[in-house]
């Protein structure tokens, strides 16, 4: 009896289930030469197989018809995934050919979709956009910052839980929105959902597995592993942190594992920072091979702009003037520096006196970084080292006479001795009348240092303190919340930006400095300004200011950055849209306007 031919070419996953491994047989050298060279990326095992990326590989499936011989073995599960990337895809162009098809669910049959488990309230623009999710096989959610993009999600989930579609949902998010992930996992169903973060590995039992992107390649084999395990939806959360798609580390993980889900949702109000190039990294997670080419084809020669109406019917967007939000203004707070501290201010500019002199050399060395311009408007103790980096500036109470014999710099040392930081006098100020009133109050300044000062210094308000460095900031947020003698949190944008809902018990927030990053302005304003508010509720904004100082560059570059910013996150399609995370990389959020607003500030104060 003839044994069965070998097969020519062999197709199969690889142990991750990331990758497609091609196996050619003996005797097949110069054909199989001719199909890999058509991945370029592929890593080459022999002269016989190779290892193909995945979403390369799905990409690149047309280069399999250069292969002379029909008899192809491939894997079976290999086989479904392919056969179900080509009928999504499929899908996908259906909707681009015909935009204005009736969906498969609208609006009003939402509810009806979630089952009986579901009891969360869903706004009119949250129904339209899970009516328009449901009716795509898979799809993108780019509405702005704080229009529940996390409650729609689970919405999505549930539908397709529902159905017998997906049984678990995995979330890729950055650790600032566990919180939202956690809380709303509960807070939408009658029997809260298993939601975990993970740790080492997946856990048992668990509905929803949250992990951070910093943790996906080296978890790469355990999470393929968990989403083959039942039939999952992967969802990726602020998705644009992985806009470089395959070239990045987080795009390449995200691309292996998409695949695997039976269903794929992304959410990001921000999907294309840099350009096209991004919304098509993104739409290449949500179609595997094939999204590239549909952002390609939709741009063909054009902008953004024409790429986004284009592709209008495969993502969902909710504006800013849709979340119908009560209005609000920052208003700007301006107090006047103590003598010592302007005469230390100008020495960092470059505006001697007599005094300063003395010591010009250490002035000029502390005042070349922007950064510590911002400290020197607050305090300029800030800008010496204490016992450790973030130790809490010690004011004297009641202040010493300032000696006229010192030296400015030798002043400068002790400065906390002889003079009170006017920002944090003013904060303190506001702190203690809205206690009286029984508000909380939200601090926010860009440093660390300031902030275990304020500590000290707001102590008769019990303040709950979250930075980059606080070990137990779930018990933090916790205590403001919920216990009615914390009157004060005190926090960074950088740390507390995004991903936490402070809006129902807190809805006065104090700037005592800010930087050029209108983005990261924008998301800590949505901590107490966001969906949910209740009607005629009153959100007070205070930026402390100090006039003659990088204050005023910085109040004037923000209002430019923000109006216009506020032109794009009221625009329905995806035009220009900045990143509000990740902005220029220049200090503290600088683009080459702020440089030349900032070296004329600098150059005002120089005496000629």
Same mark, same amino acid.
């Given at each position: 009896?003839?044994?069965?031919?070998?097969?020519?070419?062999?197709?199969?996953?690889?142990?991750?289930?990331?990758?497609?491994?091609?196996?050619?047989?003996?005797?097949?050298?110069?054909?199989?030469?001719?199909?890999?060279?058509?991945?370029?990326?592929?890593?080459?095992?022999?002269?016989?197989?190779?290892?193909?990326?995945?979403?390369?590989?799905?990409?690149?499936?047309?280069?399999?018809?250069?292969?002379?011989?029909?008899?192809?073995?491939?894997?079976?599960?290999?086989?479904?995934?392919?056969?179900?990337?080509?009928?999504?895809?499929?899908?996908?162009?259906?909707?681009?050919?015909?935009?204005?098809?009736?969906?498969?669910?609208?609006?009003?049959?939402?509810?009806?979709?979630?089952?009986?488990?579901?009891?969360?309230?869903?706004?009119?623009?949250?129904?339209?956009?899970?009516?328009?999710?449901?009716? =795509?096989?898979?799809?993108?959610? *780019?509405?702005? +910052? !704080?229009? %529940?993009?996390?409650? #729609?999600?689970? /919405? @999505?989930?549930?539908?397709?839980?529902?159905?017998?579609?997906?049984?678990?949902?995995?979330?890729?998010?950055?650790?600032?929105?566990?919180?939202?992930?956690?809380?709303?996992?509960?807070?939408?169903?009658?029997?809260?959902?298993?939601?975990?973060?993970?740790?080492?590995?997946?856990?048992?039992?668990?509905?929803?597995?949250?992990?951070?992107?910093?943790?996906?390649?080296?978890?790469?084999?355990?999470?393929?592993?968990?989403?083959?395990?039942?039939?999952?939806?992967?969802?990726?959360?602020?998705?644009?942190?992985?806009?470089?798609?395959?070239?990045?580390?987080?795009?390449?993980?995200?691309?292996?594992?998409?695949?695997?889900?039976?269903?794929?949702?992304?959410?990001?109000?921000?999907?294309?920072?840099?350009?096209?190039?991004? =919304?098509?990294?993104?739409?290449? *997670?949500?179609? +595997? !091979?094939? %999204?590239?080419?549909? #952002?390609?084809? /939709? @741009?063909?020669?054009?902008?953004?702009?024409?790429?986004?109406?284009?592709?209008?019917?495969?993502?969902?967007?909710?504006?800013?003037?849709?979340?119908?939000?009560?209005?609000?203004?920052?208003?700007?707070?301006?107090?006047?520096?103590?003598?010592?501290?302007?005469?230390?201010?100008?020495?960092?500019?470059?505006?001697?006196?007599?005094?300063?002199?003395?010591?010009?050399?250490?002035?000029?060395?502390?005042?070349?970084?922007?950064?510590?311009?911002?400290?020197?408007?607050?305090?300029?103790?800030?800008?010496?080292?204490?016992?450790?980096?973030?130790?809490?500036?010690?004011?004297?109470?009641?202040?010493?006479?300032?000696?006229?014999?010192?030296?400015?710099?030798?002043?400068?040392?002790?400065?906390?001795?002889?003079?009170?930081?006017?920002?944090?006098?003013?904060?303190?100020?506001?702190?203690?009348?809205?206690?009286?009133?029984?508000?909380?109050?939200?601090?926010?300044?860009?440093?660390?240092?300031?902030?275990?000062?304020?500590?000290?210094?707001?102590?008769?308000?019990?303040?709950?303190?979250?930075?980059?460095?606080?070990?137990?900031?779930?018990?933090?947020?916790?205590?403001?919340?919920?216990?009615?003698?914390?009157?004060?949190?005190?926090?960074?944008?950088?740390?507390?930006?995004?991903?936490?809902?402070?809006?129902?018990?807190?809805?006065?927030?104090?700037?005592?400095?800010?930087?050029?990053?209108?983005?990261?302005?924008?998301?800590?304003?949505?901590?107490?300004?966001?969906?949910?508010?209740?009607?005629?509720?009153?959100?007070?904004?205070?930026?402390?200011?100090?006039?003659?100082?990088?204050?005023?560059?910085?109040?004037?570059?923000?209002?430019?950055?923000?109006?216009?910013?506020?032109?794009?996150?009221?625009?329905?399609?995806?035009?220009?849209?900045?990143?509000?995370?990740?902005?220029?990389?220049?200090?503290?959020?600088?683009?080459?306007?702020?440089?030349?607003?900032?070296?004329?500030?600098?150059?005002?104060?120089?005496?000629?």
């Amino acid at each position: 009896m003839t044994a069965p031919a070998e097969p020519s070419l062999r197709i199969a996953s690889d142990v991750t289930r990331t990758r497609a491994v091609l196996r050619a047989a003996q005797g097949r050298e110069g054909d199989f030469a001719k199909l890999a060279a058509r991945f370029p990326a592929a890593g080459q095992r022999s002269l016989l197989s190779v290892e193909v990326d995945l979403d390369d590989f799905l990409t690149g499936l047309e280069a399999l018809t250069v292969w002379p011989s029909p008899d192809v073995e491939w894997e079976e599960e290999l086989a479904a995934l392919v056969g179900s990337v080509l009928d999504d895809a499929e899908r996908a162009e259906q909707w681009l050919e015909h935009p204005d098809a009736v969906p498969a669910v609208t609006p009003d049959t939402v509810l009806d979709q979630l089952g009986p488990e579901w009891s969360a309230d869903l706004t009119d623009f949250q129904r339209r956009d899970i009516a328009r999710l449901l009716s =795509l096989q898979h799809g993108a959610n *780019f509405s702005v +910052p !704080g229009a %529940g993009k996390t409650r #729609v999600g689970l /919405a @999505v989930f549930a539908a397709m839980r529902e159905r017998g579609d997906v049984g678990r949902l995995l979330v890729v998010s950055p650790k600032s929105a566990y919180e939202s992930w956690t809380f709303e996992s509960a807070a939408c169903f009658k029997e809260p959902l298993a939601a975990r973060v993970m740790e080492r590995m997946p856990g048992p039992g668990t509905d929803v597995l949250i992990v951070n992107y910093e943790r996906l390649d080296r978890s790469l084999a355990a999470l393929a592993t968990w989403l083959r395990g039942a039939p999952s939806m992967i969802i990726l959360d602020e998705a644009h942190r992985m806009k470089l798609g395959a070239r990045g580390i987080y795009g390449s993980a995200c691309m292996a594992l998409g695949p695997l889900a039976r269903r794929r949702l992304i959410l990001t109000g921000t999907p294309a920072p840099n350009g096209a190039r991004d =919304l098509e990294n993104l739409l290449s *997670f949500v179609w +595997p !091979g094939h %999204g590239r080419r549909v #952002v390609t084809n /939709a @741009v063909s020669g054009g902008d953004l702009a024409h790429a986004s109406t284009v592709l209008r019917p495969l993502f969902t967007r909710t504006t800013k003037n849709e979340l119908g939000l009560p209005p609000f203004e920052t208003r700007i707070r301006y107090v006047a520096l103590p003598p010592l501290h302007r005469e230390v201010y100008d020495a960092l500019v470059g505006r001697y006196t007599a005094r300063a002199e003395a010591g010009r050399e250490d002035f000029d060395a502390l005042g070349k970084a922007m950064l510590r311009l911002l400290m020197a408007a607050t305090s300029p103790a800030l800008l010496m080292e204490g016992e450790s980096r973030y130790a809490p500036l010690d004011y004297r109470v009641p202040p010493l006479e300032v000696p006229q014999t010192d030296s400015l710099y030798s002043l400068l040392k002790q400065l906390p001795d002889y003079e009170f930081s006017p920002k944090y006098k003013e904060a303190l100020s506001i702190v203690a009348e809205n206690a009286a009133l029984g508000r909380k109050t939200l601090v926010w300044t860009t440093f660390v240092r300031s902030i275990t000062t304020m500590e000290r210094l707001f102590s008769a308000y019990q303040p709950a303190v979250v930075h980059g460095g606080t070990p137990d900031r779930e018990e933090q947020l916790k205590r403001f919340r919920e216990d009615p003698d914390c009157h004060v949190l005190l926090s960074n944008p950088a740390t507390l930006g995004e991903g936490i809902s402070l809006h129902h018990v807190c809805h006065d927030a104090v700037y005592v400095d800010r930087d050029f990053m209108a983005g990261r302005f924008l998301q800590s304003l949505d901590r107490i300004h966001r969906l949910g508010l209740a009607p005629g509720t009153e959100t007070r904004v205070t930026a402390l200011a100090v006039e003659g100082t990088i204050d005023e560059v910085v109040a004037l570059r923000l209002k430019e950055k923000l109006e216009f910013m506020g032109r794009i996150l009221d625009d329905p399609s995806v035009q220009q849209l900045a990143d509000l995370q990740e902005e220029p990389s220049l200090a503290a959020g600088m683009d080459m306007a702020d440089v030349r607003a900032l070296l004329r500030h600098i150059d005002s104060h120089v005496v000629r």
